[in-house]
């Protein structure tokens, strides 16, 4: 089956006056934040942890750490499957840019960052869900995540991506709960420490069917290694600053969503179990409603079976079954 699949590439900046668009996940990190009283306060404290995380990071030549800025980008990608120009909103990501003040320079960052997608939603919450109802043991539905994986290395590969980024996507999520990660004797000069996981996590074989490997790291100043998901090699293909562009904004969304992880009060061991019951753990003046978030993730997995799995189902998986990775 011969079938070309076009994408509508959006970019939204994200500054203090971000207001989602109806299109916009709200269980997406930003998006979250950007609601409610508090909204506007809580851009601005979240980018200033971010610039404030940059500059401690990229110490050389910033004696006052003030050097730099990070801007960010939304970046909404819509799926066109017919070529009737109805498109679908098929994931959002970040862009990160880097404002030099003492040269005057805007520094292009790492596209990717944070990740979001509707199919995943509907793959998680619905999908999943619905096999293991009734069963007395957990299991994985068989092709699971293969539509998903193959729709985002299409997109990567596609013109519409090599038109607008330089180099492939790196997505920064948090460590798995319920998995252990040993320290390593690697030691890299911006991403830090590198830890190893005691076995594969399920997010880890989802973005391994995307086409991405994945790498633990925890950076200096911070106190639980991250998960570094990317294509090709993550150590010598981006600069230092692209790589503490990301570390700096997606280990501050971390710290706000997952506080008893990320901003936890002890920093983790050479063998180390995230803990999300964690008391001991410091609080942000960010505002974020968790329990909301992971309510929406259901309904909008239900979205996606209704307005994109099933009216295109076969086109779908005749698609999915031809395509060459």
Sequence with gaps: MNKDFTFTIKSTCLDENYQPSDNTRITTNFANLARGNSRQANLRNALNMIDNSFNALAHWDNHQAARYSVELEIISVDIDIEGSGQTFPSIEILKTNIVDHKNNKRIEGIVGNNFSSYVRDYDFSVLLLEHNKGQSKFSIPDNFGDLHGKLFKYFVNSSAYQQHFKKPPVICLSVSNNKTYHQTENHHPVLGVE???????????????????????????????????????????????????????????????????????????????????????????????????????????????????????????????????
């Design 195 to 325: 830890y190893q996981p005691n076995e594969s996590s399920l997010t880890e074989q989802y973005f391994k069917k995307m086409g991405l490997q994945v790498r633990y790291f925890m950076p200096p100043n911070s106190v639980a290694p991250l998960a570094f998901h990317f294509f090709g090699d993550l150590l010598n293909d981006y600069t230092n600053l692209e790589l503490l562009s990301t570390i700096s904004t997606m280990e501050t969304f971390q710290k706000i969503y997952r506080p008893e992880i990320y901003n936890a009060n002890a920093v983790a061991g050479k063998c180390y179990q995230p803990n999300l019951m964690n008391l001991d753990h410091s609080l942000t003046h960010i505002v974020y409603d968790r329990e909301e978030r992971s309510k929406m993730a259901n309904h909008q997995g239900k979205f996606a079976e209704e307005h994109f799995i099933k009216p295109y189902q076969t086109v779908l998986e005749q698609w999915s079954a031809s395509y060459a990775q």
